[in-house]
């Protein structure tokens, strides 16, 4: 069993098109919030084709923060083999599929922030 501690990001490393940053909504309590899934839909800047398979990946990240992300456990470790990072995985694969190399770099990037380096290496 595989567990690596929570790398933490700032919000704004997690969201937004890289020429310009959002923000995310006062008073949010999450680390990875809707706001920040939407901001990393538009960083990749999916096409039409790769955009039917992002909600399936947008549900399984909103399990793991849901799981790891909420400040109060901000401290735990992720276990790359819980129910919510292997759903994650599962969702993932038909979507890296269909990504650019350019497009997977920044997942690597982005999945690194997240604490799952492990899982980034075999983007």
């Known amino acids: 069993m595989h567990q690596f501690h929570l790398i933490m990001a700032t919000p704004d490393d997690l969201i937004g098109a890289p020429d310009r940053p959002s923000k995310v909504p006062d008073g949010s309590n999450w680390l990875l919030n809707d706001a920040q899934i939407t901001g990393i839909e538009r960083r990749l800047r999916l096409t039409r084709e790769q955009g039917q398979y992002w909600p399936a990946v947008a549900a399984a990240l909103r399990d ?14 992720i276990d790359v083999n819980s129910p919510q990072v292997q759903r994650l ?17 920044e997942v690597r990037e982005l999945v690194r922030m997240i604490g799952l380096g492990t899982v980034a290496s075999h983007i």
Do not use: C, M, T
């Open 64 to 77: 793991v923060a849901g799981q790891y992300f909420h400040r109060q456990n901000a401290a735990s470790k």
């Open 89 to 105: 995985i599962e969702a993932a694969l038909p979507f890296l599929q269909q990504l650019r190399d350019d497009q997977k770099r």
